[in-house]
Structures are given as structure tokens and as C-alpha cells.
Nanobody, 124 residues
């Protein structure tokens, strides 16, 4: 069992930055791939980024590639999402997720555990 608690997010102007943290409970954090998804009002939830258990492999959606960076610290049981150059279209509820390896499964939307969701609002 893995429980995920997100922190970060909030309101930011376009061009600004935010950083998410996702703290995981459980002793097997390092064996899970971690990722982030988002859901905007009236839209389906979409993949944002994923990272392998070792941190060696990362995946990004085309819409955030080059602006967002996913990372993890297995010693702290925490994953991070650094979001730079934010745009109004990045406004959504962001969800941390954990899933069995490989990380490509998360890229395909297969996750075993979800965080509670955190709102990000980017004003123009």
C-alpha cells in the first residue's frame, strides 16, 4: 500500500514557476515509477510526466516538454515536479501517481495509487 500526499501548487502569473512535491508512505517507494497527471475543467485527465524507479528514465507530454522537470529522491520518499514558463493552458488539478514499473505504464495512464489532487491556476 502506498499513500501519496501532494504539496505545492497555487496561483501564479503566466511565465512564472511552481514546484510540486509528492511524499509517499510505505517502504517500497523506490520500487514504484512516479508520475503526474492533470485534469482541466471539462476535459479528461491527461498524462504530464513520469519517472522510473531509479530516476534514470523520464517521460513528458509534448505540451510540457522543455518546461517541466520531474525528479525524485528515494531517500526522502518524495517525487517532484518543477514547472517553469507556466501558461494559462496549464491551469488544472494536478495529481501525483505511483505505479508499477516500467514508467512507460504511467505514461499510458496505468497507475495503482493517486494523490488527492492540487489546483494550479495560471493567470494571463
Amino acid at each position: 500500500q502506498v499513500q501519496l500526499v501532494e504539496s505545492g501548487g497555487g496561483l501564479v502569473q503566466a511565465g512564472g514557476s511552481l514546484r510540486f512535491s509528492c511524499a509517499a508512505s510505505g517502504r517500497t517507494f523506490s520500487s514504484y515509477a512516479m508520475g503526474w497527471f492533470r485534469q482541466a475543467p471539462g476535459k479528461e485527465r491527461e498524462f504530464v510526466a513520469a519517472i522510473s524507479w531509479s530516476g534514470a528514465t523520464t517521460y513528458y507530454s509534448d505540451s510540457v516538454k522543455g518546461r517541466f522537470t520531474i525528479s525524485r529522491d528515494n531517500a526522502k520518499n518524495t517525487a517532484y515536479l518543477q514547472m517553469n514558463s507556466l501558461k494559462p493552458e496549464d491551469t488544472a488539478v494536478y495529481y501525483c501517481a505511483a505505479g508499477l514499473s516500467p514508467a512507460s505504464r504511467l505514461r499510458n495512464g496505468v497507475a495503482g495509487y493517486w494523490g488527492q489532487g492540487t489546483q494550479v491556476t495560471v493567470s494571463s
